[in-house]
């Protein structure tokens, strides 16, 4: 349970502590247990000290120091094991009523943290399975390449990069940053235009290309942004998918939104020498290329990081 802050106010009103869920326990400090039952500060400091001292509790379990405003040393904190020692111990009504009042809480807050956990949990096992059937397509498109390996050569071999970019996935270490940090050659708009004409007749629709609004220009004016001398997107990986999506998402054409979207993203790499490795092949296959796309448009914007990192992670481990 992450720390949570709750009033608790005698029935009588005479009593009103702010206390702090955290750990699944309820903690108090010295001062609030003074308040709390209403008696000196001697007194509560000797039950604690006996509770400790007669092996009632463990200290080390059942105290901590926190840091709480208007006090320049950490202040001894005890949880509700503590607590409930200390009210047997001064035979308080107000600790019987503090000690229901707790407990019913925890039991609210224990619910609600397990309700929230379990909707984290589908939350990501469905994001899990989004990843997982993207990287299925992804690996169709080096499927081909078995057709040309050696007998010997194992089908593990053939799909690691699948098989590393789902275990990096698993573990949270998808890359967020590209590997090329060097000066974009930024196409221009015309440029662009000129690949929509040119797709123009590999394409029987009489509004391919047509654009809906500014979406499109918008898209090519984003990944060139900065603050200070400082590029929102400071790798040529980060912008071009970048790129890829925001072309996508916009939808800012009447017809071919994700068939531009993917020329334009192979016009950015090819303008900034990209397109292919240093051994000359393709950074990116047809198939791989075509899955990652169908990929951005099937995602939910709450999944937009986590697709962006799988385009980048590509990028990365295809150079």
Request: charged share 25%; glycine share 4%; hydrophobic share 40%.
């Amino acid at each position: 349970m992450e720390s949570q802050i709750e009033i608790y106010a005698a029935n009588d009103n005479s009593v009103e502590i702010v206390v702090q869920f955290e750990s699944d326990t309820v903690w108090l400090n010295q001062e609030q247990l003074v308040a709390l039952f209403q008696r000196d500060q001697s007194v509560i400091s000797r039950h604690i000290k006996n509770i400790f001292k007669e092996g009632e509790l463990e200290e080390k379990s059942n105290m901590q120091k926190m840091h709480i405003a208007n006090s320049d040393k950490p202040v001894a904190f005890y949880n509700l094991d503590v607590i409930i020692s200390v009210g047997y111990r001064v035979k308080s009504k107000q600790g019987t009523q503090f000690r229901q009042w707790a407990t019913k809480r925890l039991k609210e807050l224990l619910v609600q943290g397990y309700s929230l956990n379990e909707k984290r949990l589908a939350q990501k096992e469905q994001e899990i399975k989004i990843l997982k059937n993207g990287i299925q397509i992804l690996a169709r498109s080096v499927g081909k390449a078995i057709e040309n390996q050696e007998n010997n050569t194992s089908f593990l071999e053939t799909f690691a990069k699948g098989l590393t970019l789902l275990d990096d996935y698993d573990h949270e270490r998808l890359d967020t940053k590209g590997l090329t940090k060097k000066q974009a050659i930024y196409p221009t708009l015309s440029d662009y235009q000129m690949v929509l004409k040119s797709m123009l007749q590999d394409f029987d629709s009489d509004v391919f290309g047509i654009e809906k609004d500014g979406g499109f220009k918008s898209a090519i004016a984003q990944i060139e942004k900065g603050f200070d001398n400082q590029d929102f997107y400071p790798t040529l990986e980060e912008k071009a998918t970048t790129l890829l999506y925001l072309i996508v998402k916009n939808h800012a054409f009447v017809d071919g939104n994700k068939r531009i979207a993917a020329a334009c993203f192979l016009k950015f790499l090819e303008q900034n020498k990209m397109l292919y490795t240093n051994e000359y092949k393709l950074i990116i296959s047809n198939d791989t290329l075509a899955s990652l796309t169908l990929f951005i448009a099937s995602s939910k914007a709450e999944e937009m990081e986590t697709v962006k990192k799988l385009v980048i992670s590509v990028l990365n481990r295809n150079k």
